[in-house]
């Protein structure tokens, strides 16, 4: 069971680059809430509190969106659409927040982690993860965190594709071609002399 | 080295490197890469320089990206040459670099022989950068 985590956030009417940026030294972060249905409501967020919920939800882990409205607190379960940061400096710039349907299926990507030793890298291959993340398409709820492939029985050549992987329960790989994630690629001695010389 | 194959016009204003980069400022196909901290003018041979640097600390297998392209000239002109006269010759190819712009990414080996290749890469530049990881979800 995953872990039910919140954001509070506070609707803004300012808009625009100067306000925005008024936002940031203020170490508030600007950003806009908004669904399938076609609300939208830009809001603000404190860094801290932001970063945070970052690390532990990633893109993939609906958490409660408390927006801090005139009437009361609204709860909408969210996902961490995109974040923009700052080209040199740690800072986040903007957030998007999609609110999410609980009983809609939803497309989210999700990354893809590789576990043991193939069998391939043991007789001298070497193993590639031709894709970081893979998309995949469930309800909100059942949204894996990673995408965990064991290669360990990977020999040289041999790869592992997006229908072959083994999701969670009412998880489905999205995918038009079936295309390879992690392989073993087995260099030959022709193809190291060519690559030692560039 | 790095140069444009054909140019429409041989030589180009200077111009000016104001604000951070917007585009290329994330790691987007390696596993880790080399960003630049302030701007400045990189040449062909400094690029060059620091992808032999790269390519000789991880041997092989692994990719290298460059994501940078020397596509301003520069010109010179000759010593001992009173000013006027018009502008010097081509010598050169520099790209420009702003604050944030990532230069090269490695994907494929090991991150420690990684970040130790991209530190040796960092000694060829002359500008400030910084070792950048890409960033899961």
Redesign the interface.
Known sequence: MKEQLSLAVKPRSAKGKGACRRMRVESLVPGIFYDSKGTNIPVMVSELPLTKLREKT???HVFDLVIETEDGPQTRPSLIWNVQ????KPRITHVDFYGVDLDKVIRV???VVVTGKAKGVVLGG?L?IFR??IEVECLPLSVPDQVTIDVTQLDPNENISVADLVLPEGVKAVFDDDYAVVGVVY?TEEE?KG??T? | MLAPNKTKFRKMQKGRLRGPATRGASVSFGEVGIKAMEHGKLTSQQIEAARVAIMRHIKRGGKVWIRIFPDHPITEKPAEVRQGKGKGAPVGWYAAVKPGRVLYEIKGVDMDVAKTALTRAMHKLPIKTKIVVKEVA
């Open positions: 990633g893109s993939s940061r700052h080209p040199t990507s999700v990354p070497k590639e970081d993340m260099e190291d690559a030692a560039s």
